[in-house]
């Protein structure tokens, strides 16, 4: 299997290969051998994280390897070296650098270097190991996903951006409900309306958006750098919380997502994060079994 130069976001990798990271994220950890067997992987958090640094780390290990966890200021991106030199450095030391940034720019800089692979952890354009880590959650529990249908609630942001592509690369209708101003462009939805052959659809109705809805998922309304907008921002979402009222509208077999860290009683009531239709900590236990299938499908494990 040829080895990724980079998976900055889902589509890098396109349908085929979402599939096959897919199959490797549900094998056995025996049946992947050891395919970073001495290698580093440089993992560099401009943002702090609980769910991606432990993932990240045991999924490495679990393949054999050594990941080296470094805070965004040891590396400085453009404060204390360019980003080029940063990666350059880094790709004598790892076979893999992974990355969680604020600008989605530096991801592109280290790739376009080409001295190593490169994995986006998470920038404010996409957040493609979110998605990896929700389709096999769906997956798990549903199966074969062409044909099922997920709803987003909330704001069109990153994790929004990376579960659309995701879900319409495996064939699922992917209807969005976000409130005026927090919408996807009409750019975005054609550009995502190209992503495959099932249905893309965006409403400011919440309710329209859900009804027969086997996958609702949502975010918090205030993400990290957001806070000077934290008043308005919750305004703007007063009607966005997914609550028992909402999920009813779902189909019967409907399953609840958060990416998390999330805040019961805002973005979702706590019935709902905390009920039996929920899957946020199978969802969040996803994120090291996903991150170990990217991981062997980059370093081109069987």
Not at 37 to 46: H, K, P, Q, R
Not at 86 to 96: F, N
């Amino acid at each position: 299997m040829a080895e990724l130069n980079a998976m900055l976001d889902i589509t890098d990798l396109g349908a085929d290969g979402l599939r096959r990271v897919l199959h490797l994220a549900r094998s056995p950890v025996s049946d992947l051998g050891r395919p970073l067997e001495g290698d580093g992987v440089a993992l560099v958090f401009e943002k702090p994280s609980n769910r991606t640094r432990h993932s990240m780390e045991m999924a490495v290990v679990q393949l054999g390897g050594h990941p080296v966890y470094t805070r965004g200021e040891e590396v400085g991106l453009d404060t204390r070296e360019p980003v080029e030199d940063v990666i350059r450095v880094l790709a004598g030391y790892h076979r893999i650098v992974a990355a969680r940034v604020f600008d989605h720019g530096h991801l592109v800089r280290m790739r376009d270097a080409a001295v190593t692979t490169v994995i986006n952890l998470l920038s404010d354009h996409s957040h493609p190991m979110q998605a990896l880590a929700d389709a096999l959650t769906m997956q798990r529990e549903f199966g074969e996903l062409t044909g099922r249908v997920v709803a987003w609630v909330g704001d069109y942001n990153n994790v929004a951006r990376s579960l659309a592509e995701a879900s319409l690369l495996l064939g699922m209708e992917v209807r969005l409900a976000c409130p005026a101003g927090y919408q996807a462009s009409d750019v975005e939805l054609e550009r995502l309306s190209g992503l495959g052959a099932a249905a893309i659809s965006q409403t400011v109705d919440p309710r329209a958006a859900v009804v027969g809805a086997h996958a609702v998922h949502t975010d918090t309304w205030v993400s990290m750098g957001q806070e000077d907008d934290a008043a308005v921002r919750r305004a703007a979402f007063a009607d966005y919380t997914v609550n028992t009222s909402l999920m009813a509208l779902a189909a019967d077999d409907s399953i609840f997502m958060h990416c998390m860290p999330a805040y019961r009683g805002l973005e979702v009531s706590a019935d709902v994060f905390d009920g039996p239709r929920s899957r946020v900590i199978v969802q969040a236990h996803d994120r090291m079994h996903a991150a170990r299938g990217l991981l062997t499908f980059m370093a081109g494990g069987s």
